[in-house]
């Protein structure tokens, strides 16, 4: 069974659409994250979730907007979409909040912006 | 801003060498240290985690941790072909905060 499973895992669309990408956790872990991987593969925060609370907000667009329905699920929606979106997007979870829990990383959504 | 850095490489051992791997960090307040293993294409895998200075090992994995040095690193005994990868090291930026700071990663090529 996945533990973090992302979907889609490629995602190739046009500049200006908008779009969506989901995560769910099966391991009953409180906390979500996503993070952007560009191409130079620098791995960044960009929103984490406790427990459906927004903890963690890095200095993102608002074009992106994380949404949690439950703890198990952490989705993203990216509005206008811009050349400079192109990257992996990978959604992690922890057993708890905090800095000092190992993260456990979904296969990665591969977004590409024509 | 709170850093972690590595030397990007590439690394390059013969296969049955001891690969080498280091980590710089800024924040003197942090807490807690990650070794993840990235191959090509996939997701970051953790490999190993650190809490407290010294030395823990797991197989063929060693984790060194220093932080007065603010240095942590990770030791591959035995380096096989299958451990090429980009190996990231990852620190909690401390003071209670919540998030993880990745270094740019370490790519490793073990030579048969």
């Known amino acids: 069974d996945t533990a973090v499973s992302q979907t889609p895992k490629y995602l190739v669309t046009q500049m200006g659409n908008d779009k969506s990408i989901k995560c769910e956790q099966n391991l009953g872990h409180d906390t979500m994250y996503w993070y952007k991987q560009d191409s130079k593969k620098f791995l960044k925060i960009m929103f984490s979730y406790n427990n459906k609370e927004l903890i963690i907000n890095e200095t993102v667009p608002n074009r992106f907007s994380p949404k949690s329905p439950d703890k198990a699920h952490l989705n993203l929606h990216i509005n206008s979409l811009e050349l400079g979106d192109s990257a992996v997007y990978f959604c992690?979870?922890?057993?708890?909040?905090?800095?000092?829990?190992?993260?456990?990383f979904g296969d990665g959504t591969r977004l590409s912006i024509l | 801003q709170k850093e972690v850095e590595q030397n990007s490489g590439p690394l390059s051992v013969p296969e049955g060498a001891i690969a080498s791997l280091n980590c710089t960090y800024s924040d003197r307040g942090s807490q807690s240290f990650f070794w993840y293993r990235q191959y090509s294409g996939k997701s970051p895998e953790l490999i190993m985690s650190?809490?407290?200075?010294g030395d823990k090992e797991d197989g063929r994995f060693t984790a060194q941790l220093n932080k007065a040095s603010q240095y942590v690193s990770l030791l591959i005994r035995d380096s096989q072909p299958s451990d090429s990868a980009t190996y990231l090291c990852a620190v909690n930026s401390g003071g209670g905060s919540e998030k993880l700071v990745f270094g740019k990663g370490t790519k490793l090529t073990v030579n048969p």
């Open positions: 650190i809490y407290s200075n």
């Open positions: 992690a979870s922890s057993q708890m909040t905090g800095g000092n829990q190992p993260q456990h």
